[in-house]
């Protein structure tokens, strides 16, 4: 797990430094870009055979006891954590777009009609909401995990 929350910024920055690249076009950094990929597909080759060719872990008996406690303690509880970031992430989308389209309409009617700010507030507020139900749900599962 270690391993992959290392990789996750450098493939960010992977990630970004290509998008960057791309926007110049040039014929050198189309070249670069090429060149870049293939490495990453070596390396990725050369991680899957050296982990293929790996034999199983053998692991003292002392340190068996202690991680069958510790994997019973943990084994449940990740199911719970991956609910609560799904709950988050599902929520927090589902809020901005529904603040994206609830807050535009509420601006289109505030410059017609400003006497009804108040109303249309609320239900911009209301659409906000929907993210705080989504923090609530996980804040209630990482309280069980």
Request: hydrophobic share 60%; aromatic share 4%; glycine share 12%.
């Amino acid at each position: 797990m270690t391993t992959w929350l290392m990789i996750v910024p450098v493939a960010a920055l992977v990630g970004v430094s290509a998008a960057l690249l791309w926007r110049h076009r040039s014929r050198r950094t189309v070249q670069l870009l090429l060149v870049v990929n293939g490495l990453l597909g070596l390396v990725a080759l050369g991680l899957l055979i050296a982990a293929s060719a790996g034999g199983p872990a053998q692991a003292q008996p002392d340190q068996l006891v202690a991680a069958a406690a510790t994997a019973s303690d943990t084994g449940a509880n990740w199911a719970a954590l991956l609910g609560a970031a799904i709950a988050v992430a599902g929520s927090s989308i589902g809020a901005g777009v529904a603040v994206a389209y609830t807050g535009a309409a509420a601006l289109a009617a505030i410059s017609e009609r400003p006497e009804i700010f108040g109303r249309a507030m609320v239900i911009v507020g209301l659409a906000e909401g929907i993210a705080v139900y989504g923090l609530i749900v996980s804040i209630i599962l990482v309280g069980k995990a």
